[in-house]
Nanobody, 125 residues
Framework: EVQLQASGGGLMQAGGSLRLSCAASGFTFDDAAIGWFRQAPGKERDGLSCISTSDGSTLYADSVKGRFTVASDNAKNTVYLQMNSLKPEDTAVYYC??????????????????WGQGTQVTVSS
């Protein structure tokens, strides 16, 4: 059974940093695309980034490029999303998702076959 467990969310002041984790099990982790999405209250879910675990290549949305960094530790079957210079508009539930093979894009939800349960990030001004 494929499982994705997102964690690391919390309450942070603007300008601070958080690191989210996505722990995966039940599939071939070293040949997968792991995407990060977020959904703010009353808004649609938006794609943020994707990492291909086979070679570490990454894709980012313009809204987070330069502030967020995604990395993979294949030995731990875990992907991390380092979020720096947080803004109140980063407040959302953050989800990780997975599909087999390399990243095709970071924004198209239907590309991903498996989803984690989400972790709340709240950034205060």
């Amino acid at each position: 059974e494929v499982q994705l467990q997102a964690s690391g969310g919390g309450l942070m002041q603007a300008g601070g940093s958080l690191r989210l984790s996505c722990a995966a099990s039940g599939f071939t982790f070293d040949d997968a695309a792991i995407g990060w999405f977020r959904q703010a209250p009353g808004k649609e879910r938006d794609g943020l980034s994707c990492i291909s675990t086979s070679d570490g290549s990454t894709l980012y949305a313009d809204s987070v490029k330069g502030r967020f960094t995604v990395a993979s530790d294949n030995a731990k079957n875990t992907v991390y999303l380092q979020m720096n210079s947080l803004k109140p508009e980063d407040t959302a539930v953050y989800y990780c998702a997975a599909e087999y093979g390399p990243c095709r894009d970071y924004y198209y939800e239907d590309d991903y076959d498996y989803w984690g349960q989400g972790t709340q990030v709240t950034v205060s001004s």
